[in-house]
Nanobody
């Protein structure tokens, strides 16, 4: 089985910073793209940032210049460094990864349980 475990969420004042981490564990053969999504109650889940195994990244327009996604392939971990946080960044942040498990032939997408980020004004 594969698990994604997020950490690093919390309460921060506007203008502050947080760093989210998401570690994948289990019978992993390869991890392809990894991403962070967020969800606000009453709204659609939003793709915040993604990174492929080669390191190329994409960002939602709303976070460009403020958030940085990175990954440590040796640790099967993806990070989201968030600076200049705004109240509108308040959401539950979810990690997502496309993972090929040992003994299988097709990658599957897995989700973490989510971590709450709250930015106070």
């Amino acid at each position: 089985q594969v698990q994604l475990v997020e950490s690093g969420g919390g309460l921060v004042q506007a203008g502050g910073s947080l760093r989210l981490s998401c570690a994948a564990s289990g019978s992993i053969l390869s991890i392809y793209d990894m991403a962070w999504y967020r969800r606000v109650p009453g709204k659609e889940r939003e793709l915040v940032a993604s990174i492929i195994s080669g390191g190329s990244t994409t960002y939602a327009d709303s976070v460009k210049g403020r958030f940085t996604i990175s990954r440590d392939n040796a640790k099967n971990t993806v990070y989201l460094q968030m600076i200049s946080l705004k109240p509108e960044d308040t959401a539950v942040y979810f990690c997502n990864a496309q993972i090929l498990r040992s003994g299988t032939y097709f990658p599957v997408r897995y989700w973490g349980q989510g971590t709450q980020v709250t930015v106070s004004s």
